[in-house]
């Protein structure tokens, strides 16, 4: 079955403690990408990668890392986690110029 | 840059009537359109997308409209079912730039 998977799919941790958040996806995909979503303000892109080892900020990169290594995997990296980076990520996969397939989630909450 | 934006954050809607979503644009030269459905606790899923050399695209209970002039889009759900309830995100990009995203519309299915 073609999927995005994220793991975990929920975490509470603690300010400061470093976390990655895995993301890989079977379809062969060339596009990767991260976003969160928070109420009110719908879903922003954090980083994309168009292929291996080519990756780009999107509209909120402040606070996190990303690398793509392999054309399956995309981990999120949080390096000193903060209460403002409590929220629902999404990650998404794609061949070039067709629709994004999502995974169902990560939701992170930091204290 | 691209700004996506709603006209209603939430629609609700008899079973068995249609629905409309509707989406605004703001950079004319955005050419690719897709529309999003978010159930709770799950990924946004691909409905149906449509490119700008088009005006109108079907799918199973579904059309997308495409106005260029005013620079709106719109999703028309025939015959909404309870299945329908979700929030509802347009998508809109401009060659291999990212996906930006409206903020979604919450469509309520009354029985």
């Known amino acids: 079955e073609a999927q995005v998977t994220q793991n975990p799919r929920y975490l509470i941790t603690v300010t400061g403690k470093k976390l990655t958040v895995t993301c890989s996806q079977n379809?062969?995909?060339?596009?990767m990408s991260w976003y969160r979503q928070d109420p009110g303000l719908g879903l922003r892109q954090i980083y994309y990668s168009m292929n291996v080892e080519v990756t780009d900020k999107g509209d909120v990169p402040e606070g996190y890392k990303v690398s793509r290594k392999e054309k399956r995997n995309f981990p999120l990296i949080l390096e000193s986690p903060s209460p403002n980076q409590t929220s629902l990520y999404f990650c998404?996969?794609?061949?070039?110029?067709?629709?994004?397939?999502f995974g169902d989630g990560t939701r992170l909450s930091i204290l | 840059g691209e700004s996506v934006g709603l006209h209603l954050p939430t629609l609700s809607v008899q079973e068995g009537d249609n629905s409309i979503i509707n989406c605004a644009y703001s950079n004319s030269a955005s050419d690719y359109f897709i529309w999003y459905k978010q159930e709770s606790g799950k990924g946004p899923q691909f409905i149906i997308d449509?490119?700008?050399?088009?005006d109108k695209r079907q799918g199973q209970r579904v059309t997308v409209l495409l106005n260029k002039t005013v620079k709106h889009l719109s999703l028309q759900i025939a015959a909404t079912q309870p299945g329908d309830s979700a929030v509802y995100f347009c998508a809109v990009t401009v060659g291999n730039t990212p996906l930006v995203f409206g903020k979604g519309t919450r469509l309520s299915v009354i029985a």
């Open positions: 379809m062969n995909h060339e596009y």
């Open positions: 449509i490119r700008s050399n088009m």
């Open positions: 998404a996969s794609s061949s070039q110029g067709q629709p994004q397939h």
